[in-house]
């Protein structure tokens, strides 16, 4: 064991993706099966999981409960990932719980199992009363399935990650739907007739419940911006949303959703809790206002479902210029998000999000020139940020989006990093 427990960690980069539970479950015992000690959530889905998760956090720390947050990926610092109250795990406890969870090891893990093995040890070792789990990708084969959650969510599902899940919208629905229980519940904002399909078939088998918003979970907005929501186990209007966006309707029905269900197993949650949570929730860099004049957005949309909800976000914003900095994957459907974003757009700065599997910023300007008139190069994403505060005006937009590794990159620009954990995504 001679590098440092960070550098170990970020060595593991290089084991890639290995869908599969088996791996998880042995280092998981040889810990003592730290997950079994705490009551869990699982959060799934395409887009919003993270809103999803830090809502529902936020609600529950409101209501006196003491909580485990994990979450994927980081933009900064990997200590994002594990959270106990809203406060990210400290760099001497993560030292500690990665060089435990190392002399656990006994075959080769990947980043994510390994990083999944320390939050669940972590939680247990803080002695939370509930954890919320965001599934990393897909479902049924995720590190993160081998708990008994109270509930299941899955937000949404779209076209993502086609080279491990399938190319169809029913295939990844079936991946997605691994993480409902038998006899459990499972709640969804899913709309699509195929996806519901393969969820109520999943549900049906398991003798599961199932829980669609729109349907069993009903959410109105007021002539006030604030939310009205009923559903089983509750009945709440005039809430604020601290999130922005009109997605975060639907998400924040799915955590109201959970809400409800974890009243009815006893979780002791006000109303006012319920309010106070939704109204105080924060997510770095999802629809994120970081400068003043002009104001910069950030957006860690990365597929064409993402892109479609920040375009139609950015719809409730005022400016007069809108100067957008795109970074985007090659694995991901970069097509489809510029047909959403680079139209609405002045200007569009193409940069390279720093990731082996970045896109080439001369193909992605090559694309945007079909929906912009003026489309720029600049390979370093702080220079594009850069470029993009020069030329813009106090009244004009600044939106910086395609990819969290992109946010990642230049969201310190803005706001320091307080961490000094492993960078490793």
Known sequence: MSLDPLQYLDSLKGAGIRPG???????LKRLGDPQDRYRSLLVGGTNGKGSIASSLASILQAA????????????VDVRERIRVDGALISAGDLRSRVRRVRRAAREGVTYFEFVTAVAFDHFARCAVDLAILEVGMGGRLDATNVVRPELSIISNIALD???FLGPRLADIAREKAGIIRRGGVCITAARQATVLGVFEEACRRRRARLLRVGREIRVRSRRDGSLACKGPGLSLDTLSLALRGPHQRENAACALGAVGVLRERGFDIGDEAVRRGLAGVRWEGRMEIVGGRPPVLLDGAHNAAGAAALAKALGGFEYRRLILVLGILADKDWRGMLRRLAPLADRVIATRPPEERALPPEALAAEAGRWSRRVDIEEDPREAVGRALAEAGNSDLVCIAGSLYLVGAVRPLFIPSKGNGSVAR
Do not use: D, I
């Open 21 to 27: 539970l088996a791996p998880v479950r042995r280092l």
């Open 64 to 75: 006196g409960y003491r909580v485990g947050l994990y979450t994927s990926p980081h933009l």
């Open 161 to 163: 990650h086609a080279e």
